[in-house]
């Protein structure tokens, strides 16, 4: 059996697992404290009225009996005639019954006694035993040696643990509701959303709330220092290049053209680096994003359009409706199909789309070397590159995974690679539906 995953179910499964064994030490207790002492007093009363009503029915004179056997039945509900055919002598497991039988064989010295149960009455029982040479049977009514459970202290008992557990859930539901919004704060921020905590609560969580947002202001200036500092950057590599790609176009016509075109494919290189970098810093600082519902199915076929050596897999009949921001999503797919088609050889990339209630997929497969399963995660990182001559020949920038990386974290979308069976990858995007979305399309 799974454990709970939340902490207000682990916490509501512990109170209650105690409160349970507490309430059967209570009920434990109860019963030998005082069920049990009860029911053997109940057991030596009736057993002391029994024979006694017996010593006094062999004593009277025989005309006045009938009037005593009158008297007891009206007043102790006991029925009292001499034996006939003897009672089957049986055991009896209920337990108040072996203590009348016991208690009755202590005060005959040891004489046995039958007892059996009426056959036509549940409620009565006969006791069977030998008075001055008479053999009499008493009728006797199950609740003379039943004791009434004190019923009083069965509603203590079992409204202190009803107060006890419900008191225990409020508090802890007191705490648990601030670490869920905590949770879902700390999802959001990782998605890119600026949240800022109320700072209130007991002092323990006023100062996690406190540090919380304290955490964030320091990362949004860490990010918008980092923006700023690479777009100075940009903005000053890119002058340099600017200056040599004007000084290419005016040297001599007589200059080497193999030497020119290799400088300007360099040139060229670094301003897409410099552009992917930048890329990489702004990833999760998408305050512009604007989200839209759209149709997957006819957005990925323009975007595969654009690539001719691909083979498209996507559903006709039923639409694939999704939130999304349509310029992340095509810079996702597009590094994607990217990828797969500088590494997967001259074997075909194909890329599929599969639709549920629950969520939009997309497969782009390849068939080319692969990544190793231990370096899945480290490809992500920005600059990795399984190749480590980090020839621009043999690999890109080492940029392109990290990019859709952040891009899908900041979507709240998962990106997955995985080895394919026969060999290549298999990159997923996985986008999950809202509510909305789906009831557009139904």
């Given at each position: 059996?799974?454990?709970p995953a939340?902490?207000?179910?682990?916490?509501?499964?512990?109170?209650?697992?105690?409160?349970?064994v507490?309430?059967?030490f209570?009920i434990?207790v109860?019963f030998?404290y005082?069920?049990?002492?009860?029911?053997?007093?109940?057991?030596?009363?009736a057993?002391a009225?029994?024979?006694?009503?017996?010593?006094?029915?062999?004593?009277?004179?025989?005309?006045?009996r009938?009037?005593?056997?009158?008297?007891?039945?009206?007043?102790?509900?006991i029925?009292?005639?001499?034996?006939?055919?003897?009672?089957?002598?049986?055991?009896?497991?209920?337990?108040?019954?072996?203590?009348?039988?016991?208690a009755l064989?202590?005060?005959?010295?040891?004489q046995?006694?039958?007892?059996?149960l009426d056959?036509?009455?549940?409620s009565l029982?006969?006791?069977e035993?030998?008075?001055?040479?008479?053999?009499?049977?008493?009728?006797?009514?199950?609740?003379?040696i039943?004791?009434?459970?004190?019923?009083?202290?069965?509603?203590?008992?079992?409204?202190g643990?009803i107060?006890?557990?419900?008191?225990?859930?409020?508090?802890?539901?007191?705490?648990?509701?601030?670490?869920?919004k905590?949770?879902?704060?700390?999802t959001?921020?990782?998605?890119?959303?600026?949240?800022?905590?109320?700072?209130?609560?007991?002092?323990?969580?006023q100062q996690?709330?406190?540090?919380f947002?304290?955490?964030?202001?320091?990362?949004?200036?860490?990010?918008?220092?980092?923006?700023?500092?690479?777009a100075?950057?940009s903005?000053?590599?890119r002058?340099?290049?600017a200056?040599?790609?004007l000084?290419?176009?005016?040297l001599?016509?007589?200059?080497?053209?193999?030497?020119?075109?290799?400088?300007?494919?360099d040139?060229?290189?670094?301003?897409r680096?410099?552009?992917?970098?930048?890329?990489?810093?702004?990833?999760?600082?998408?305050r512009?994003?604007?989200?839209?519902?759209?149709e997957?199915t006819?957005?990925l076929a323009?975007?595969?359009?654009?690539?001719?050596?691909?083979?498209?897999?996507?559903?006709r009949?039923?639409?694939?409706?999704?939130?999304?921001?349509p310029?992340?999503?095509?810079?996702?797919?597009?590094?994607?199909?990217d990828?797969?088609l500088?590494?997967?050889?001259?074997?075909?990339?194909?890329?599929?789309l599969?639709?549920?209630?629950?969520?939009?997929?997309?497969?782009?497969?390849?068939?080319?070397?692969?990544?190793?399963?231990?370096?899945l995660?480290?490809?992500?990182?920005?600059?990795y590159?399984?190749?480590a001559s980090?020839?621009?020949?043999?690999?890109?920038?080492?940029?392109?995974l990290?990019?859709?990386?952040?891009?899908?974290?900041?979507?709240?979308?998962?990106?997955?690679?995985?080895?394919?069976k026969?060999?290549g990858?298999?990159?997923?995007?996985?986008?999950?539906?809202?509510?909305?979305?789906?009831?557009v399309?139904?």
């Amino acid at each position: 059996m799974r454990a709970p995953a939340t902490l207000l179910a682990r916490t509501a499964l512990t109170l209650a697992t105690s409160l349970l064994v507490l309430f059967l030490f209570s009920i434990a207790v109860m019963f030998y404290y005082i069920m049990g002492p009860m029911a053997r007093q109940a057991a030596e009363d009736a057993a002391a009225l029994l024979v006694l009503s017996a010593q006094t029915w062999a004593e009277l004179p025989p005309d006045t009996r009938a009037d005593f056997e009158y008297e007891l039945k009206t007043n102790h509900g006991i029925t009292l005639e001499l034996a006939g055919k003897p009672l089957q002598p049986v055991v009896h497991w209920r337990p108040h019954m072996r203590l009348l039988k016991n208690a009755l064989e202590q005060r005959l010295h040891g004489q046995p006694v039958a007892i059996a149960l009426d056959d036509s009455d549940d409620s009565l029982f006969w006791v069977e035993f030998e008075v001055a040479e008479r053999r009499l049977r008493l009728g006797v009514p199950r609740h003379r040696i039943t004791p009434q459970i004190p019923f009083v202290l069965v509603w203590l008992v079992s409204g202190g643990l009803i107060v006890l557990l419900v008191t225990s859930l409020i508090v802890v539901r007191r705490i648990a509701a601030p670490l869920e919004k905590m949770s879902e704060a700390v999802t959001r921020f990782g998605r890119g959303e600026r949240i800022t905590l109320t700072e209130d609560g007991p002092l323990e969580l006023q100062q996690l709330a406190r540090s919380f947002n304290e955490m964030t202001r320091q990362v949004d200036e860490l990010l918008a220092n980092r923006t700023t500092l690479l777009a100075g950057i940009s903005h000053d590599l890119r002058t340099p290049i600017a200056r040599l790609t004007l000084a290419i176009e005016l040297l001599p016509p007589d200059a080497d053209p193999e030497l020119r075109e290799r400088m300007r494919r360099d040139l060229r290189e670094m301003d897409r680096l410099i552009t992917r970098t930048l890329q990489l810093a702004r990833g999760l600082d998408r305050r512009d994003e604007k989200r839209e519902s759209l149709e997957l199915t006819s957005l990925l076929a323009a975007i595969a359009a654009d690539y001719p050596a691909i083979d498209v897999d996507l559903p006709r009949e039923t639409p694939c409706r999704a939130t999304v921001d349509p310029d992340a999503f095509r810079r996702i797919v597009t590094n994607l199909i990217d990828n797969a088609l500088r590494y997967g050889g001259d074997a075909p990339v194909e890329v599929v789309l599969q639709c549920d209630a629950q969520a939009a997929v997309i497969d782009i497969l390849d068939r080319g070397p692969g990544i190793p399963e231990e370096k899945l995660e480290q490809v992500f990182q920005p600059f990795y590159r399984l190749e480590a001559s980090r020839s621009n020949a043999t690999g890109g920038s080492g940029l392109g995974l990290a990019i859709v990386r952040q891009l899908a974290q900041a979507q709240g979308w998962d990106v997955i690679l995985t080895p394919r069976k026969d060999g290549g990858l298999r990159a997923r995007l996985r986008i999950g539906r809202d509510d909305q979305a789906r009831g557009v399309e139904s």
